[in-house]
């Protein structure tokens, strides 16, 4: 055990040098595994009831829990498998908490088929002596004399997919819990991946299914497939309560990541398949992959790094691939061919958007100018200054429907100009409109309410 572990933290402690092809900062690989897989420095020792060192053995793990409590029946099944592989090299013991009735804890065993011993803490020494103060609960020891044992790791709380850890620290190998097409999660992931897991979250993979809470499309499959891990597939999402929300780890590097048998997932085609043309504007896998930095959050302190999650999270941060790429040709050339549409828009608030800057006497601020007027030419990251602006067109035609360029020189077509109608509501035109309709400047704002009043299709007939 000690000489692998010794040459995985050798392999973990390589940082990433240089300037990285990929756009990331620098960082460690598995920066955290020393820790997860390492004799845990300072281990405390605790004291158990002799009924506790006897159904431990030589070592194991002991796991609080209520038959009662909806998260220990949610991971019963995984930990009577865990305690199934593991039989060889140690015990699970199922601690069951002093306010469980004896019914209680006979229906658990059935329902789940638990295999191991249950303890019935009714004088609740074990779980004083855990230390332990919700359910479930798991701390892995080893006897060392008498009534005493070695703490050699704690899950508090105990969470679905963490049995990869628990597997990691009873065979002194970090690879003996994944298997094939098995799902662990990203925090099971981040357990290693210290830097990767901090850095994923500053990333909108970790925010992406809270933007469908918020949009009320949580319960639309056809849209959770591309914001969770692994739905349709076994062990992979299966609903709301699932530890597999989120864009996390395997939704990328497959179950497992390339720890498990068969290798890495091909993260290219994975990104295709959800940023398609209906849900992302011009994705290429190298736009979207400076996006996902490993590392980004390397370097910064504990301050910066929350204060940076926290606006994610209020949605503070633009989303960069709803961000359109090209040279914007103006309104001029949009009119002749669509007339109808050039005349409705000439009497929408987006027209006189740039008026409405001037009278407020800010009408050369290029940081207000953006998001009055069209730039010349679009894309992530460019410095403009008000020369940059088709500032006579105001909001025009091609801030919504993209760089027309293409389009124009096609003489049409449907393919060279996005089409908002055919795009998602959720994942593009909301993350169009947003980028300048945010809680800062608009507080009010209603995408289903506005999104009418901005459409071209003539009025309908009395």
């Not at 065979?171 to 799902?183: H, I, N, T």
């Not at 991946?193 to 970790?206: F, I, M, Y």
């Amino acid at each position: 055990m000690r000489i692998f572990t010794v040459l995985w933290c050798l392999i973990a402690a390589v940082a990433l040098a240089g300037d990285d092809p990929r756009g990331w900062s620098q960082g460690t690989v598995a920066s955290g595994t020393a820790r997860v897989i390492g004799d845990v420095e300072g281990a405390p020792t605790i004291e158990l009831p002799k009924e506790a060192i006897k159904a431990v053995g030589a070592r194991g793990m002991l796991l609080y829990f209520s038959p009662a409590c909806p998260h220990c029946r949610h991971v019963a099944t995984e930990l009577n498998d865990l305690g199934a592989r593991m039989a060889k090299k140690g015990t699970l013991v199922w601690v069951a908490s002093s306010r469980a009735t004896d019914e209680e804890i006979a229906e658990f065993r059935t329902t789940y088929g638990i295999r191991g011993e249950i303890l019935h803490d009714t004088s609740g020494e074990i779980v004083a002596a855990m230390g332990a103060r919700s359910t479930p609960s798991g701390l892995w020891v080893e006897p060392v004399e008498g009534r005493k044992v070695l703490v050699k790791d704690v899950w508090y709380p105990y969470i679905h997919g963490l049995d990869a850890l628990v597997e990691a620290r009873a065979f002194g190998d970090p690879w003996a819990g994944f298997r094939k097409g098995e799902y662990h999660g990203t925090d099971v992931c981040a357990s290693c991946h210290e830097q990767e897991g901090r850095s994923w979250t500053l990333t909108h993979h970790a925010v992406a299914w809270r933007t469908l809470v918020l949009a009320d499309e949580h319960e639309n499959a056809e849209c959770t497939g591309c914001h969770v891990v692994g739905q349709g597939k076994p062990g992979g999402f299966d609903g709301p309560e699932s530890h597999l929300v989120d864009v996390g780890c395997e939704a990328c590097h497959g179950p497992g990541g390339p720890h498990a048998p068969g290798g890495a997932a091909d993260a290219n085609a994975s990104c295709a398949a959800c940023h398609d043309e209906k849900h992302s504007l011009s994705f290429t896998f190298e736009k979207g992959l400076p996006l996902i930095d490993h590392f980004k959050a390397a370097s910064m302190d504990e301050e910066t790094w929350r204060a940076a999650a926290m606006d994610l999270y209020a949605g503070n941060v633009p989303r960069q691939l709803a961000t359109f790429d090209g040279e914007n040709v103006g309104n001029a050339a949009c009119k002749d061919c669509h007339a109808d549409e050039f005349s409705r828009w000439g009497s929408s608030r987006h027209a006189s958007s740039m008026m409405t800057l001037t009278v407020a006497g800010k009408g050369d601020t290029t940081e207000c100018v953006a998001c009055h007027a069209m730039p010349k030419v679009s894309g992530l990251n460019t410095e403009r200054t008000l020369a940059d602006y088709h500032v006579s067109d105001s909001v025009g035609c091609e801030s919504c429907h993209g760089p027309g360029k293409a389009h124009v020189d096609a003489g049409g077509g449907t393919g060279n100009i996005e089409r908002l109608g055919d795009d998602c509501p959720v994942c593009v035109i909301e993350a169009v409109c947003t980028s300048c309709h945010d809680a800062e400047n608009d507080p009010d704002w209603d995408l289903d309410k506005k999104l009418p009043s901005a459409g071209h299709a003539a009025p309908a007939a009395e």
